[in-house]
């Protein structure tokens, strides 16, 4: 990979002139880009003789190149160069989608907070299809649209007579078997109440939200499904933002009309919902109608332990949320990132109560002790020590921070020794993944932006993609970004190799990440406020060896939420942590995808289970999707959890 | 016979190679005056001053931004001018034009530290990595023209910006000498302290760390800090003294920075006098605040955020009549906005006209369906009034809307103890209880309630 350092000039240069116009062929091609990259790399070595023949040529076609590049403006920079890692194929596979906001200029809150999506095989064919949700309020037209993924790989919309296919201000999707009947549930979050539907197993949806017993009235962001108390039923905990008013007018300091910003209104609770399985008290699994689908025992109910838990104690701006395992005590965690306050990290206490402890995991602040504007999640184990990190996305004007876990339960801000500090660009960050697109074995990292307030629009890559959003809404566009891993948790920023995922301005929100045509490499998927979902197809090239795990308790008929798979292949170790509900308003691909290098076979795969059940796994063969069922394993003892 | 053929005169390679010469000399100077043409005209030509968009701008700003323009046009050779209009785009978030601005002002005086300092302020919002190379030249020319105090807040920007982008030898050597002139600095202390954190130096951590505590400019950050290093060396009880200790301390006051502070004078507009009037008020210089407010109401007669800015200062102040006017006029001007109904609502309560008071909090929920604190003041409205039924609505809209409000809780807990449904009351209370475990009211009403259980 080419990595021309400007500063110091590119390894070879025996002479000053020599030197010289090379750093000046470095700054023009960084100042263009990577079309005149190519130029510049020819032109530098064309010159290479007129060098040998005379050094004073050298030097003032150095200076003259260098000032039209505007060189005093060129801080040392990373390569352009790089990998494309993804293509466009949204027109390809038929994906037509293009996200309704309302009506532009209304400066309507939740306009500008976007929707998100869910990947997800809701027809349990083995291939996952797309939910993607609509923002022009509850009279609009436009209703939320479900996509199945038929067998050549293209989307059909199935929305009509789905259930799924209402209006409303929609925000965020969550996805989870609530009644353990192996269909996977729907919760779609809004502003004005969110909703839950419960997969029926032909196809449609039913709303249970009152008879389920949840008084949804907040203005709901994302939402994960959890067993935090580990009884085997999956609950609920919606991440809120503020307490809107639409009536108060906001401006930016010009007295322009502006969507207001979260501090202009009060932050509201995360409300958690606890399962209470069947009514009836038992747990006795459900029983399969003729046509196979499983109808629960008696209705889904969920109990309102908002208060009882503790989440209700602290009020903040949430946008994100992560459920895992944070301290290592095999229960799940809940981290929720907030809205230009401190990031709640809910410890659980093993008896349905949460502590708050943030501030003491390192989580709530970054390095300079400053709560920014948190909105995304990504969790993934970038430095290959089992542990997971995070990513959190924030402002242009804020740094999107990595927390690497330096001990079990400890966070620390290691942000600018990763290299994501020094970017080619930054946006506003939104959807964020952690995953390894290359399958070299080092989760890398995607973002999507979009701007927040209004501004001048960056320019476009790609011919005509700035005019798509029209005249108002392309003063919020930003460009996305992607970063590889090469080890150990440093990324080099590939954003300007990568036009077709980086190079079109959008207001990007969602990013969801999952692997939509089974061939090992994970794709991604973008939601763009009033502009269009797009698919990007994963065609990094060369690609490593690859495991795609699901792993299911057979018991409760259901994706293991919460368990952690570990996979050791040619010597390394890579862990996986099991919960769908990531990123920003989305949710992804529920099954665990490892790259694994040059590694060709894989020696031992370890479960550790919800439950604290561990298992390990045998003869697994590289490059193909696999099931890891419960008690199909070989029993082990599982890691003594922190004292 | 032969016929001689007439050879071409052999070349001369002596002459070729000065001719060779000769060329290239000529092509040399002929570049080296094209260079200097060029650098001569990026560096001196006259530009046009950018062209702000200044649609839906306030009137008030887009006067202050078209006189500085002016100023340009007049005298487009005057690096103040240029670098005024800059600093008054760049105040006003035109952050692009105003770099343009900021950019010819350094061209045109290039020896002036503070236009390359605002463009690296500017560039702070995009890209921080891209705004050290300002940063530093404005540091460079300060130090080799001043060297005062005005230079150590861009020597310390720029430090701090190294340390968060990861450059920390150099920040390390920039907060050293900012620190070799002031040894007390409070804020290079905390620079260097969270510099040797991320070296996980802890001991010369702690030691900055503490320097910095002891200050009270810095003393949140600094405790801040100092919690985590306890975390990261395993003393726990130190670190949770440190958390405690920093929660409750307020926020540290911004630090000065001269050449950010002094582009405040071009402030103006609607919003940041209404801000000017919201500081006055904080400050307990009511009539001051209150006057401001009339100003802004005057000069901005259809503004209902004007207007209601008004009316909550009179309300606070406690002239109700005047705000219930005022605040009537808010809802004139903008018959949807449902917290002005709030407001409206308690100075009718402050009036006792009890019935105008529950009209307009019940309007503030219908307006807005979850609007916790409408529904809690016409529950305590439609109690005094002994509308029971009605009440007891309102709370529940209460607790439903805002769970984690104790008082709602215990208010609904009370009425539902009232009409004898106690086992609801017990839950609601042992709600209240959660949220607000002092709360004597409701700590009596679970007593009793217990005791008659």
Partial sequence: METPNCARGTAGASDISGRLLRWAACVARMEYGPLIGVKAKQFTTLVDAMLRRSHGLAVVLALSLAAVAGCRD???????????????????????????????????????????????DFDNDGRLDIYLVHNAGPSSKSTNRLFHQEKDGRFR??????????????????????????????????????????????????????????????????????????????????????????????????????YCPPKAFPGTIAKLYHN???????????????????????????????????????????????????????????????????????????????REEGLRRGVAYNAEGQAQANMGIALGDVDGDQRFDLFITHLTEETNILWRQTAVGRFQDRTAVSGLAATRWR????????????????????????????????????????????????????????????????????????????????????????????????????TCVSGPARLFRNIAAPRGHWLLARAIDPALRRDAYGAEVTVQAGGRRFKRWLNPGYSYLCSNDPRLHFGLGQADHVEVIEVLWPNGDAEEFHDVKVDQAIELRKGSGKPRSPNQPEA | MTSAIPTPPAANPQRSALRRRGLVVVLLLLLAAGAASWWWYRHTR???????????????????????????????????????LGEVLELFNFRKDARVCLMQAERLDPEQPRWPYHQGFLLLWDNAEEALPHLRRAVELEDRQHAGPAGDAMRLRLSETLLTQGHLDEAEESFRRLLKRDVLNPRVHLGLGRLAMQRQEWKEALS??????????????ATLALAELYEQRGDEPAAAQARVQ???????????????????????????????????????????????????VKDYANSDEAWFALGQALYRAGDFASAQRTLQKTVELKPGYAEAYNYLGLTFVAQEKREDAAASFQKATELKKDFGHAYFNLGRCRLEQKNIPA??????????????????????AELLHQIHQDAEALDEVRQALQLSPEDERAKQLREKLKAKK
């Fill in chain 2, 208 to 221: 900055h760390l503490q320097q910095a505590a002891a200050d009270k400019r810095t003393i949140r950050a």
């Fill in chain 1, 427 to 526: 946006g506003t960050g939104f959807g964020t993944v952690m995953a390894d697109f290359d399958c070299d074995g080092a989760p890398d990292l995607a973002v999507v932006n979009g701007r927040i307030t209004y501004g001048k629009p960056p320019e476009s890559a790609i011919a005509g993609a700035d005019v798509e959003l029209g005249p108002f809404w392309r003063h919020y566009a930003d460009r996305n970004q992607v970063f590889l891993n090469y080890g150990r948790g440093t990324f080099l920023d590939m954003s300007p190799a990568n036009i077709p995922f980086c190079g079109r301005p959008g207001i990007f929100r969602g990013l969801a990440c999952g692997d939509i045509d089974n061939d090992g490499a994970l794709d991604l998927l973008t």
């Fill in chain 1, 157 to 258: 919309d199935v929305s009509a007579g789905s259930g799924l296919d209402i209006a409303g201000y929609g925000m965020g999707v969550a996805v989870g078997d609530i009644n353990n009947d192996g269909w996977p549930d729907v919760l779609v979050t809004q502003y004005g109440g969110s909703r839950l539907f419960l997969n029926k197993g032909s196809g449609t949806f039913t709303d249970i939200t009152r008879s389920a017993g949840l008084d949804l009235v907040f203005w709901g962001t994302s939402a994960s499904f959890v067993d935090y108390d580990r009884d085997g039923w999956l609950d609920l905990v919606i991440v809120h933002y503020v307490d809107y008013g639409p009536d108060r007018p906001c401006t930016d300091i010009g007295g322009r009309r502006e």
């Fill in chain 2, 246 to 296: 920093q929660e409750k301390l307020p926020l540290d006051p911004s630090w000065p920075d001269p050449f950010v502070d002094e582009i405040q004078r071009f402030n103006t507009g609607k919003r940041t006098r209404l801000m000017q009037a919201d500081q006055l008020f904080k400050q307990g210089r009511t009539a001051e605040a209150i006057a401001q407010y009339g100003q802004v």
């Fill in chain 1, 276 to 354: 209470l399985g069947s009514a009836s008290g038992g747990r006795k699994p459900p029983v399969a109608n003729k046509q196979g689908a499983y109808a629960p025992r008696s209705p889904v109910r969920f109990e309102d332990v908002t208060l009882k838990s503790g989440l209700g104690k602290k009020p903040g701006p949430g946008l994100g949320i992560v459920c895992a395992d944070f301290n290592g005590d095999n229960w799940p965690d809940i981290l929720i990132a907030n809205d230009g306050q401190p990031n709640y990290l809910w410890i659980n206490q093993h008896d349905g109560t949460f």
């Fill in chain 1, 74 to 120: 060129a801080g040392p920079q990373p390569s352009p160069a790089g990998p494309l890692l993804f293509q466009d194929v949204t027109a390809q596979v038929g994906l037509s989608f293009v996200h309704d906001a309302g009506q532009p200029g209304d400066y309507f809150m939740p306009q500008i907070v976007g929707s998100g999506v869910a990947l997800f």
């Fill in chain 2, 46 to 84: 006259v530009m046009t001053p950018p062209v702000a968009d200044l649609e839906g701008i306030d009137p008030a700003v887009a006067a202050v931004i078209t006189k500085e323009r002016q100023a340009v046009l007049a005298a487009p050779r005057d690096a103040s001018a240029w670098g005024r």
């Fill in chain 2, 391 to 412: 009440a007891l609505d309102a709370f529940r809209g209460a607790v439903r809307s805002m769970p984690n409000y104790a008082a709602a809780h215990t208010a609904l």
